[in-house]
């Protein structure tokens, strides 16, 4: 009867132990964030893509461990061309937090980025004030693939959260119609956010909808997958 007890013991702990460790560890991966702002700007429409095969080298921060900057995702005098809305919005301002809870509001997706382990968020904003075009721009540092997917989805309508904008941002961003797109990129969630300066719009502007996957080039993380 003891020798029956014991292999009865030895089978629980097996199937207890891995489901153990892997709590453990996801706990561990949570890092520090600071409360995220209980409201803020959201666009009107969004969308969203999970990472493709292109990524597959910068899948895990393991793999691609070298801090993201600020100069690396958004270079001075940076410039997007897009040619459907013949705008060429130009970099204004960058901004580089080593705590994603101050480059987001809503606590929904405050939790979705900790537990996805968001160590890094970057924020550019680009406008061409004479066509009459904004465009934020916005990548997160996340863990894996996965919990970018996860993140780029959380992002959507009703998740109770979006980007915060900077401090510097113009007056009336996200005030009257915008739109945005989200794409996994590895293990980075990218954001583009597009409004005309008048306000005008609806979720099939052609301009807008051009922009913001223009505003998706980030060569700095198309750069980090090829090396």
């Not at 292109?54 to 940076?78: H, N, Q, S």
């Not at 459907?84 to 979705?112: H, N, Q, T, Y």
Request: aromatic letters at 6%; a negative charge; hydrophobic letters at 40%.
């Amino acid at each position: 009867m003891g020798a029956v007890l014991v292999v009865a013991l030895i089978l629980v702990l097996a199937v207890m132990w891995p489901k153990e460790t892997a709590d453990e560890r996801e706990a561990e991966e949570r890092v520090p964030m600071s409360r995220p702002a209980v409201t803020g700007m959201a666009p009107d429409s969004y969308s969203s893509s999970p990472s493709s095969a292109v990524f597959d080298g910068i899948a895990t921060r393991e793999e691609d461990p070298a801090p993201l900057t600020a100069k690396e995702m958004f270079p001075a005098k940076d410039t997007l061309q897009d040619d459907v809305s013949g705008a060429k919005p130009a970099l204004r301002l960058s901004v580089l937090d080593d705590d994603c809870g101050r480059a987001i509001w809503g606590a929904g997706l405050g939790e979705v980025l900790q537990d996805g382990g968001c160590t890094q968020a970057v924020r550019g904003l680009y406008s061409d004030e004479k066509k009459g075009f904004r465009v934020l721009v916005a990548v997160y540092n996340l863990r894996d693939e996965e919990a970018a997917n996860r993140a780029v989805e959380a992002f959507g309508a009703g998740s109770g959260g979006f980007v915060k904008l900077p401090s510097k941002t113009p007056e009336g961003f996200g005030e009257d119609f915008s739109l945005a797109r989200g794409l996994a990129m590895g293990h980075y969630a990218l954001i583009t956010w597009a409004e005309r300066v008048d306000g005008e719009g609806e979720g099939t502007s052609e301009s807008l909808l051009s922009l913001v996957v223009t505003a998706a080039k980030a060569e700095g993380l198309y750069a980090r997958a090829a090396g």
